[in-house]
């Protein structure tokens, strides 16, 4: 057993206050031993002016779309997805999907997040490059049949319901020790993209292997109408009905929604997560956070792909998040500053159902050291403030995931970035080289 | 003379394209020589990898409120100014402005920043730290006769415009050359916070001393309504009975604008300066910003004070600009990328009056280095898009004012950023004390 002292800084505690002291952390577990005054290390990470808080949760993203990172912005939804988008999509490889996750990896190991929640296309190649880099995952695939015939739906629920069953690994606390940090969730893409009784079979699916349902729901008003118009029911409503709501099923957006749908959320013990920058790139609208932290809905945060964002860095989130929210409610004391922060760690962590997010003995030792020795972060009133508003990805120092440092004074550990800098622009102009042309 | 020539990159041209080539700077006038194929300088500042940019120009802040970074945050808009800041600026001295400013100048800098509009108090301690720093900057104290006496509100017009008049050294082009870069303007507080006759004065003085004037516009409902029901009138229409609008004026924020105001705006030639995030985090709403574009107003780009954002970092005003812009206008494509890059750089210089914002022959040599080598800014499809959506300050490499570089490899070079860190803490600090007993 080797342990890790994180020294000579101050922690955030899982009550949202930062606290002098040090983490101590067992690597043979990846656990955390014990926090405030702790015992020595076998070896110690330098914390000096920094803050240790959780690792960040990147609860929604489709990491390999950093390969389309500004390859159409600007553009009408209607015109993005179709005329861009998903053209460039549909030329897609697994070698490209590795290479654009690679990216999206070092991107958010560089800005402190630990844990993400990927949809996406080949999927295998997404859980290669995850377990390379040392990060925690939800996988799944982006299971869509609107388009498809009937052989064509069967083969896209057999990939997406076989990589679940396939990867998926454990989902018990005990025997995650020593074993990947890659799990599966089915993933019918969104209530209007896929079949309902293709929803019934990956509900089904989802039941049986014991893994999380997660599914895109109410981000724009052109996506809810239909639902309303052809069911004469609200599409949660229409979700629920189909068992799409749960405690193991987290939405992402939830931008339009009404009370009753807040309320079938709070009582199903459904999260969302909340993708507020892209949310605003998109023009689809701003979701009611503070009426859904109001009715006791656990919410995490993600970035959504990078075309619509247009980076994975969660703490542009913290900050859009708290911002957005406070618009959306004409209140400015609404969702606060410690409310975000705990969308992104303990509210990901718990949506995702990792043991992270909060910085307690016995939890994962999945963490950021934030350094505060910069004028932007000068002077000190308020730290948690801090981590909200005003800092960034850049003032993330290390970044540890199952007591394993991922990031040390910058540099990173388990990935050579300038090859998958240069891997990543290759691939990216091969793609929209093809899609323009094909 | 000394030549600089930033060598080995690419740079945005005044057309938002982003050109190979490198830039040429006569340090002794502080103007670009040439651009593209340029000769040998005898000095080189190394730009491989990068994009050259014009400075950002920060046409909208209070810099020394970096001093109540993250004071009272997620507060209602009243109790925040009237609980918070209105006591805790009741205490500052012109020491505290000063230490507060360097502060401000050190993150301006950082972040690729070379010109600013401040309004604030004890200025004269403002312009000192702006010369001694090196930036470009439009100055005025923030003159307010509300709860004066005639006594008081006489000493208050006498220091904002006596300010205006003493420190004010040439406002044409041909006597700016080696002379200080501090201008001033008359900057009555805003149209609620002023006496109608105290606003003719500052209009007056204004025009006599060829100055700009700036003042906080429609910012709020709450600002709106009082003047509505008072005159029968809309805040425009009644700035424009005083002479408030002309082309030589700038307001701060006009987020709640009717189609009137706004066509008054295109016609007398004033300009707006769009401050996005204080906007969003006071909840005061979202500001038409398309429809302004739409109408031929020039808009800038501000961070307002730091109590309120909570960074002086333009890029983030820059990415939230174009994100709320698309939110308030229910469209994807509205406020797009060269838009809102053309707010923070042509848009702002010509607001406060400076012959930066394009790289060109002959304009100043004010200029940001924005470093592409990152995870985050690739692939590159395109670098406009990049330098709004993905980029943050903390990419800028180099930054150079009037020819001079301020900042190296990120290193600064005209301010001592760990003293100026340890005064601001320490003042921080006694302010608070000062605000909470007092």
């Known amino acids: 057993m080797t342990t890790l002292r994180i020294a000579g800084g101050r922690y955030l505690t899982p009550e949202m206050v930062v606290e002098t002291g040090d983490v101590l952390v067992d690597r043979g577990t990846g656990?955390?031993?014990?926090?405030?005054?702790?015992?020595?290390?076998?070896?110690?990470?330098?914390?000096t002016g920094c803050v240790v808080m959780p690792g960040l949760v990147n609860a929604h993203t489709h990491a390999a779309m950093t390969l389309?990172?500004?390859?159409?912005?600007?553009?009408?939804?209607?015109?993005?997805?179709?005329?861009?988008?998903?053209?460039?999509?549909?030329?897609?490889?697994?070698?490209?999907?590795?290479?654009?996750?690679?990216l999206a990896l070092c991107e958010m190991i560089r800005s402190g997040t630990t844990a993400f929640c990927d949809m996406y296309f080949e999927e295998p190649a997404v859980a290669a490059a995850v377990?390379?880099?040392?990060?925690?995952?939800?996988?799944?695939?982006?299971?869509?049949?609107?388009?498809?015939d009937e052989e064509g739906v069967a083969a896209e629920l057999e990939e997406g319901l076989g990589f679940a069953r396939e990867y998926r690994n454990a989902s018990t606390e005990e025997s995650v020790e020593g074993e990947s940090w890659v799990r599966t969730a089915c993933m019918p893409h969104s209530l209007t993209t896929v079949a309902e009784d293709a929803i019934e079979e990956c509900v089904a699916a989802a039941k049986d292997l014991d893994v999380p349902i997660h599914y895109h729901a109410n981000e724009t008003e052109g996506e809810v109408e239909p639902i309303v118009s052809e069911r004469g029911i609200r599409p949660l409503e229409y979700a629920d009905d189909?068992?799409?709501?749960?405690?193991?099923?987290?939405?992402?957006?939830?931008?339009?929604?009404?009370?009753?749908?807040?309320?079938?959320?709070?009582?199903?013990g459904t999260g969302v997560v909340h993708c507020p920058a892209s949310n605003m790139k998109l023009a689809s609208g701003m979701a009611p956070i503070q009426d859904l932290l109001d009715a006791g809905v656990t919410v995490g945060l993600g970035t959504d792909g990078a075309a619509s964002n247009n980076d994975l860095d969660l703490f542009d989130e913290l900050r859009d998040?708290?911002?957005?929210?406070?618009?959306a409610a004409d209140d400015a004391s609404a969702v606060a500053a410690p409310d975000v922060l705990e969308m992104a760690t303990r509210g990901g962590a718990?949506?995702?159902?990792?043991?992270?997010?909060?910085?307690?003995?016995?939890?994962?030792?999945?963490?950021?050291?934030?350094?505060?020795?910069?004028?932007?972060?000068?002077?000190?009133?308020?730290?948690?403030?801090?981590?909200?508003?005003?800092?960034?990805?850049?003032?993330?120092?290390?970044?540890?995931?199952?007591?394993?440092?991922l990031m040390r004074d910058r540099e990173l550990t388990t990935l050579d970035e300038d090859a998958i800098r240069t891997e990543a622009q290759k691939r990216a102009m091969g793609l929209a080289k093809r899609a323009e042309s094909g």
């Open 321 to 327: 998040a708290a911002m957005v929210g406070k618009v």
């Open 68 to 102: 389309l990172r500004g390859y159409a912005d600007d553009e009408p939804l209607e015109s993005w997805l179709r005329e861009h988008v998903w053209p460039a999509e549909a030329q897609l490889t697994a070698e490209d999907i590795r290479a654009g996750t690679d």
């Open 131 to 148: 377990e390379e880099a040392g990060l925690r995952a939800l996988l799944g695939h982006g299971i869509v049949t609107v388009g498809k």
């Open 31 to 47: 656990k955390i031993i014990s926090v405030g005054e702790v015992e020595d290390g076998e070896e110690t990470l330098d914390a």
């Open 350 to 405: 718990e949506l995702l159902g990792f043991d992270s997010g909060r910085i307690e003995p016995g939890r994962s030792a999945d963490l950021a050291v934030v350094d505060f020795s910069a004028s932007h972060l000068t002077p000190v009133h308020d730290l948690v403030s801090h981590l909200v508003y005003a800092a960034r990805g850049s003032d993330v120092r290390h970044t540890i995931c199952n007591g394993e440092v």
């Open 242 to 268: 189909r068992g799409l709501l749960g405690d193991r099923a987290l939405l992402a957006h939830g931008v339009h929604l009404d009370d009753r749908e807040i309320s079938l959320l709070a009582e199903r």
